[in-house]
């Protein structure tokens, strides 16, 4: 079995607002890898990106993460292995700024907002070179016009004076790789990465970062709502609801022998070559409202299979072999439905 990088055990985030709780993330499970892609799916609003910015302690307010540990294995500087809980350090501290952008990266979803339009590209690679390495500024600015270089950017030496604004989209996805890669972390996180790129650039990048990742060995989580791309890239799946991990397992697993509702309704939503407009088939309703989450399970209310348990009972988490767990009520056995259903009604 490969190594387990990062380990998140239980990890709530809370928004705490004028209007009431927003619940955006409510135990969260999971395992990344070292040197492996897990793919984290889902409808706009289930809590993935709020999730993967817990993993580097950016959560805005009035968001703070209430309970949950978020092991992390790294390299102390004596060259031993330690673990520590990303989850208790402090937002603002040197120990969590030593980690982000050296360790853990971030591409996020649209690089225009993500990058200072008053300085140059090569400012801002640099400036992360600088920060994390004992490097002068003639040296960083060598190894930032390689790694532009590396992500395929053309005449890197003249593009390195360039503001972003002058770029194209892809070209500014591309700054935000070689941004995040400066470092060689051994973990990235791409908040969907290729969401606003078109088709022909979005290939392109997602083959940079497999190839990235393939070249320094790191650990991929890769955020998205396209299936397509799980398919293409995905070593394991992890499929988000409201807040909560409802499906986890290997890729071949999941897309061949998906187990909860939501997850078969995403992958029966996929359109088809040779489907007509009228034979698409899309999920009913709406990912509901973080301030009126339904009773039960969250997904009852768009669900065809549910029974009436369903909205009484929430699910625990049912491992179905090694690789592959699902939370829903129709793997449960009588005895731990029955179990469920009477803690429910004792509160």
């Known amino acids: ?60 307010k009035p968001g703070k993460i209430v309970s949950g540990q978020m092991l992390f294995r790294r390299k102390s500087d004596d060259g031993t292995e330690e673990i520590i ?20 990266s971030m591409i996020f979803q649209e690089p225009m907002t993500s990058l200072s339009l008053m300085h140059t590209v090569g400012h801002q690679i640099t400036e992360m070179i ?9 040296e960083a600015k060598v190894s930032a016009i390689k790694m532009l270089q590396r992500v395929g950017i053309p005449r ?22 070689a941004m995040a890669m400066s470092c060689n972390p ?15 650039t979005q290939a392109q990048i997602l083959d940079l970062m497999l190839e990235l990742q393939h070249d320094y060995g790191m650990a991929l989580l890769f955020i998205t709502h396209d299936l397509g791309v799980v398919a293409e890239i995905a070593d394991d799946v992890a499929v988000m609801y409201l807040g909560r991990i409802v499906e986890r397992g290997d890729a071949d697993t999941v897309f061949n022998e998906p187990k909860h509702p939501y997850t078969q309704a995403l992958l029966r939503s996929i359109p088809k070559i040779a489907m007509q407009r009228d034979e698409l088939e899309p999920i009913k309703g709406m990912v509901p409202s973080p301030f009126r989450r339904p009773t039960g399970c969250q997904f009852h209310p768009r669900c065809a299979q549910r029974f009436n348990l369903c909205n009484q009972v929430e699910p625990a988490n049912t491992h179905l072999n090694e690789n ?15 179990s469920n259903a009477e803690a429910a009604a004792h509160g």
Do not use: N, W
């Not at 004076?161 to 996805?173: A, C, H, K």
């Open 1 to 60: 079995m490969t190594e387990p990088l990062l380990e998140v055990s239980d990890l709530k985030i809370h928004f705490f607002t004028d209007e009431g709780v927003v619940k955006a993330v409510e135990g969260v499970d999971l395992v990344i890898e070292r040197g492996k892609t897990l793919c984290l799916v889902g409808e706009s609003g289930c809590g993935k990106s709020v999730a993967s910015r817990a993993f580097m302690q950016i959560i805005r």
């Open 85 to 104: 809980d990303l989850a208790k350090m402090d937002p603002k501290g040197y120990p969590i700024r030593q980690i982000r952008g050296k360790e853990i």
């Open 130 to 138: 600088r920060l994390h390495t004992d490097t002068t500024p003639t």
């Open 156 to 177: 890197p030496e003249r593009l390195i004076d360039e503001y972003p604004f002058r770029l194209s989209g892809g070209m500014r996805q591309r700054v935000m790789i």
């Open 186 to 200: 051994t973990m990235l996180i791409a908040d969907e990465p290729t969401t606003a790129l078109d088709v022909t």
């Open 324 to 338: 592959h767990s699902v939370r829903c009520l129709l793997y449960e056995d009588a005895e731990a439905r029955t």
